[in-house]
């Protein structure tokens, strides 16, 4: 039996035959030279990161400016990191946070300096007064309140910030034992009642118009200080401070004390010497 071709498939013109081939085959070559792309860049990106990850960038400098209260080598055992770490595995705000931690580093920046230098920057806290902390020792802290060291009561003449049940006189103030002892760990706040009190210290402390042994704050939240010649001065708040600060360095460059236990600013237009 003779075989006959399927009339309902017409020969296909070579033609067209020999472009479709062309086509396959170019789709075929992009397809291959897309793959060899990929794995190119793969082995180019594990490559990278092998030679990233050898001693030519790895850390061998730490550029540390600020810190003065540590030792290079307390700083650096602080950070977490050590002479040879790869530096793209350095996270800077993970190091930062580290040696935030340390009692008088304030704010911290870390920076990778390619291709093996991490420079940190650190912005020391400045004392700023003192807290009681027992009968013989005493709190160091900044203006957040931070608690930068413990040290003996005797140590230092700083202003001295306190927190008293009631300031029912001047004589209240002076009494050492009139302020209420804060038993915190170094490196610690102390507690936002204080912040009144630290924000008249940092006044003073900017300008300071008169010499103070003493600001306390009392339970019903009455701030009050004493000028180291014995006489209270009554703020009252912190509203207005600076026009009560004017106030007290107009009235002690114009009139005497003498007589008088009390200077009242609470109303800083109208200070008031008087004995209470």
């Given at each position: 039996?003779?075989?006959?071709?399927?009339?309902?498939?017409?020969?296909?013109?070579?033609?067209?035959?020999?472009?479709?081939n062309?086509?396959?085959?170019?789709?075929?070559?992009?397809?291959?030279?897309?793959?060899?792309?990929?794995?190119?860049a793969?082995?180019?990106?594990?490559?990278?990161?092998a030679l990233?990850?050898?001693?030519?960038?790895?850390?061998?400098?730490?550029?540390?400016?600020?810190?003065?209260h540590?030792?290079?080598?307390?700083l650096?055992?602080?950070?977490?990191?050590?002479t040879?770490?790869?530096?793209?595995?350095?996270?800077?705000?993970?190091?930062?946070?580290?040696?935030?931690q340390?009692?008088?580093?304030?704010?911290v920046?870390?920076?990778?300096?390619?291709?093996n230098t991490?420079?940190?920057?650190?912005?020391?806290r400045t004392?700023?007064?003192?807290?009681?902390?027992?009968?013989?020792?005493?709190?160091?802290?900044?203006?957040?309140?931070?608690?930068?060291?413990?040290?003996?009561?005797?140590?230092g003449?700083w202003?001295?910030?306190?927190?008293m049940?009631?300031?029912?006189?001047?004589?209240?103030?002076?009494?050492?034992n009139?302020c209420?002892?804060?038993?915190?760990?170094v490196?610690?706040?102390?507690?936002?009642s204080?912040?009144p009190?630290?924000?008249v210290?940092?006044?003073?402390?900017a300008?300071?118009?008169?010499?103070?042994?003493?600001?306390?704050?009392?339970?019903?939240?009455?701030?009050?200080?004493?000028?180291t010649?014995?006489?209270?001065?009554?703020?009252?708040?912190?509203?207005?401070l600076?026009?009560?600060?004017?106030?007290?360095?107009?009235l002690?460059?114009?009139?005497?004390?003498?007589?008088?236990?009390?200077?009242?600013?609470?109303v800083?237009?109208?200070?008031?010497?008087?004995?209470?």
């Open positions: 039996m003779t075989a006959t071709k399927d009339a309902s498939k017409p020969p296909i013109d070579p033609r067209i035959r020999e472009r479709r062309t086509v396959a085959r170019s789709v075929g070559r992009r397809r291959l030279y897309l793959l060899l792309a990929v794995l190119v793969i082995g180019g990106y594990f490559a990278a990161r990233l990850r050898t001693s030519l960038f790895s850390i061998q400098k730490f550029d540390i400016v600020g810190g003065s540590y030792t290079y080598s307390a650096i055992s602080q950070s977490g990191i050590e040879g770490f790869p530096l793209t595995e350095v996270n800077p705000k993970v190091v930062a946070h580290r040696l935030e340390l009692p008088w580093d304030g704010a920046t870390v920076r990778k300096k390619w291709p991490l420079q940190v920057s650190i912005k020391d004392a700023l007064a003192v807290v009681p902390q027992s009968s013989k020792s005493q709190l160091l802290v900044d203006s957040t309140g931070r608690v930068l060291a413990s040290q003996a009561s005797s140590k003449r202003l001295q910030v306190c927190m049940a009631s300031i029912p006189s001047s004589k209240a103030l002076a009494q050492v009139g209420e002892s804060q038993n915190l760990a490196g610690s706040f102390l507690p936002p204080f912040l009190l630290l924000e210290a940092a006044a003073l402390h300008d300071p118009v008169a010499r103070f042994s003493k600001v306390a704050i009392s339970s019903f939240g009455e701030i009050d200080g004493l000028l010649n014995g006489v209270a001065v009554r703020f009252g708040s912190v509203s207005q600076n026009a009560k600060l004017r106030a007290l360095q107009l002690l460059s114009q009139a005497s004390t003498t007589g008088y236990s009390t200077i009242d600013l609470r800083p237009t109208e200070p008031v010497l008087s004995n209470w």
